[in-house]
């Protein structure tokens, strides 16, 4: 039957080949002609649909054979499969072979997405009927080589070694396997064939699943956990059912409540890196012993001496007394050569505090070194001596930081933790720091009233004129903004008492300031972080733009974009009623100074208007530039003049033209007919595109009705004066269309934002189709994305309902002869490479070299 399609030559080929594999595998007999006449028989066909001609055909083959009988891989698997029985007769080295062979096949969806490619483009003919019978075949051939090779590898194949068993099953691979299904599904194979093949193969895997299990429950080994955990991914990729899966994962979670010793952690290390295949539950009680062996592992490849080893062996070693790892090698090593260093630096830490160390610095380095030696096990004994020393310093640094009160808030805050570390009780503490929180808390509230009181009756705040920064009010307002810091910090005092506090630090803004004070409040602002109140808005941008203010003071004259800054700054200070601070009048001489040279080397009438106005806002004396304030309204109304007779092109220089003319303080009576006139024109503009537009499916005149409106609109025209134009182009979009007019449509929907336009949904659909569609109609398609992208574009164009324009056609001619090309190709490169498989299959199958070489004879003849 399978023969009998085939040329003379071709079955003779083929024949040969059979008998060739039967001598040598006479158990095999039965197979081996299904296999290798069910794969080279498909090539020939393969030829024969594509168009092979007889030179393509034989150097195909010559290099095919060339590359088989130089395949490493092939002998590798042909010496690996020798049984170890004495039966010579026995030989099951094709079916291993041919099961990887059809799993791995790579051409078949290269095939199968140019044929779908090709159907999308809307090919149709001999040239897809070809190539869906090839695609069919290959992939039946596919599913029902599984489906013997699962039936007869394993037990069911006498006189198998165990080594080549365990070959068999690690042999599968379950994705490929699917992707063998799913090929023959997109191929339209029968969807019984493709089941039964399932089947088939599912019933092995179901075995292949119960023998694991039953070898793992008979005897616990890193081989058989591996082999049950690669049955149980196989499994569940092919769709075994979900109780033969449940049941085999349970007998691998049964191994993993085992009670494991030092002994069985790196059985422990295999089983979990093979728990990751199966999703089954893992113990916390060794979930984490991978990880640990792998922090100690690299904690020992540290060069000893390095300055990051200390830190590394506790690391890995707190890992390790996470995970509870029992004490393996590797542990014991490792805590080793960290209790080493650990003692070193116990030493060394004990020795008496320097000269000039701090009991702070002393008691930390105490302390970090009694912590190092706890984790690394040291004997509490050992280390109490050092213990109450650190406890000796930690207390003579509280009573020295508690010594000035609360000036040394901070200090007290570090010291109070670094005595909670060392165990020091803090209650009596914490009850003498509350007290004095809460004292210096109402006494600088009480004071801070008090001057605020003093300072709203000295308007002129005279005062704060002679020395700010060191004045009564000012130390008032540390106190207290100290007060706060320190209730915050410690956590201590009452909150009625931290409200007052900030109620009484909030009052000190209300005083008047003016240059005479503007440095206490810049003191006051910078307090408002640490007492945690927010300044008052407009205090604050003076702050900001007097800073921005002595930048400009600092800049080199000379620099570039100084003039700039100089303005900028001295606008923002007029913005926001900054002060006169001694900066800003530096800067604003300055900025009258760079006015002046502007002012003189304006040659636009715009720059000279922007010197004007520069040198106004830095306050130069605007009496000695009026005859050039006259010389720029000369200039801005010449300049409306001469955008009376410019082209109606752009609305930017015509508005411009005003703004000039408004600035300048040209009369206003000449900047309204101005704009009279040139609005006239726009309202004939819109009428002459109006009449061209009527009735009409061009697309330059929809263009031009669109930018008439819009630039109407930007010269003064109103909604209600381009109601008439607006109400033609809405009629124009509700017209019946053509394939021809979806150039108009394109260029209607993309003007009709101009115009201010709703557009219908389908039209907006159509424009841009067509924008695709054309475009693609004069690209080159040449390449894999563009023909993707192509065809999309031909798919949008189809399910919007767009009538078919010029441009369609041309594309999908142009798509049709590039997809029967893939296409072609596709079969052409399916068919080498099934030929070169075929070769492979009867070296690897091991037959003799004498009738492989006859079979060589007879092919290279036939394809003469």
Partial sequence: FWLKPLRPKSRFFFRSLAAGMARSSPRCHGLGPLLLISVNMLFVQAADLGGLSTGSKASATARSLSAASSSASARRLSEDAVPVTTDTTVSTTPAVVVVQVVAENMAMPILLEALEMAKAAGVSGDTTAAAESVAKVLAAADVHLLAEVAAV????????????????????????????????????????????????????????????????????????????????????????????????????????????????????????????RTRAKVPDS???????????????????????????????????????????????????????????????????????????????????????????????????????????????????????????????????????????????????????????????????????????????????????????????????????????????????????????????????????????????????????????????????????????????????????????????????????????????????????????????????????????????????????????????????????????????????????????GVPAQDITAARASVKGRAVARVTTAMTAADGMKSAEAIKELGEAMKLGLKLGMSQPEVAAARALYSRQLEADFVGVDMAFVEQAVESADAAKVAVPADLISWAFAFKKVSHFATETIDDKLTMQLAVEALDFARSSGMPEPPEMITLSDKVKTKATADLQAAATGQSAQVLQQAVDNAIRAGVQESDLNAARAVLAASLR
């Fill in 153 to 276: 590898t394993g037990d069911a194949l006498p006189g198998m070694s165990a080594k080549f068993k365990h070959a068999s099953h690690s042999g599968w691979n379950a994705k490929a396997v699917n992707e063998a299904f799913k090929h023959a599904a997109r191929a339209a194979v029968p969807e019984q064939e493709i089941q039964a093949a399932r089947s088939v193969v599912q019933t092995k895997v179901q075995t292949w699943l119960s023998t694991a299990a039953e070898a793992v429950s008979s005897a616990r080994s890193n081989d058989n956990m591996h082999d049950l955990a690669l049955a149980i991914e196989s499994a569940t990729t092919l769709g075994v059912s979900d109780a033969d899966i449940t049941a085999a994962t349970a007998t691998f979670e049964e191994q993993l409540q085992a009670n494991f010793s030092a002994a069985d952690v790196e059985f422990v290390e295999h089983i979990l890196v093979c728990a990751e």
């Fill in 286 to 664: 060794i979930a984490g012993w991978k990880g640990a062996v792998a922090a100690l592992n690299a904690a020992l490849d540290v060069p000893e001496g390095s300055s990051y080893a200390y830190q590394t062996y506790l690391e890995a070693l707190q890992r390790a007394s996470a995970a509870s790892l029992p004490a393996t090698d590797t542990f014991v090593q490792v805590e080793a050569a960290a209790k080493a260093i650990a003692f070193a630096q116990i030493d060394a830490a004990s020795i008496a505090m320097g000269d000039d160390e701090s009991f702070h610095s002393h008691a930390t380095r105490l302390m970090e070194a009694l912590e190092r030696a706890a984790t690394v096990g040291f004997n509490e004994t050992l280390l109490a001596p050092m213990r109450a020393q650190a406890r000796q310093s930690v207390e003579t640094d509280l009573q020295q930081a508690m010594a000035n009160g609360l000036s040394r808030v901070a200090e007290i805050s570090r010291a109070m933790s670094l005595a909670r570390r060392t165990g020091i009780s803090m209650d009596e503490m914490h009850q003498t720091l509350r007290g004095q929180v809460q004292a210096a808390l109402q006494s600088a509230t009480s004071a801070s009233i008090t001057s605020s009181s003093s300072a709203a009756d000295d308007p002129g705040n005279r005062r704060l004129s002679s020395s700010p920064s060191g004045s009564a009010l000012s130390e008032t307002a540390e106190q207290l903004a100290d007060a706060i810091y320190a209730a915050l910090l410690l956590r201590l005092g009452t909150q009625e008492d931290l409200d007052a506090a900030k109620q009484a630090f909030q009052a000190l803004f209300e005083i008047d300031f003016t240059v005479d004070n503007f440095t206490y409040l810049e003191f006051l602002l910078s307090l408002c972080d640490k007492a945690h109140v927010p300044p008052p808005a407009n205090l604050q941008q003076w702050h900001e733009v007097a800073k921005g203010v002595r930048e400009a003071a600092g800049t080199d004259v000379s620099s570039n974009g100084a003039c700039q800054m100089f303005h900028e700054a001295v606008r923002r200070s007029t913005d926001v009623g900054l002060p006169a601070i001694s900066e800003l009048l530096e800067v604003k001489a300055r900025a009258q100074a760079c006015a002046s040279t502007e002012v003189s080397e304006a040659v636009q009438v715009s720059e000279l208007l922007r010197a004007l106005s520069d040198a106004r806002a830095s306050g130069v004396d605007m009496t000695a530039l009026a005859s050039v304030e006259s010389q720029a309204r000369t200039l801005a109304a010449e300049k409306l003049s001469r955008s009376l007779t410019l082209q109606l092109t752009d609305a930017r220089p015509f508005i411009d033209a005003w703004e000039v003319a408004e600035v300048a």
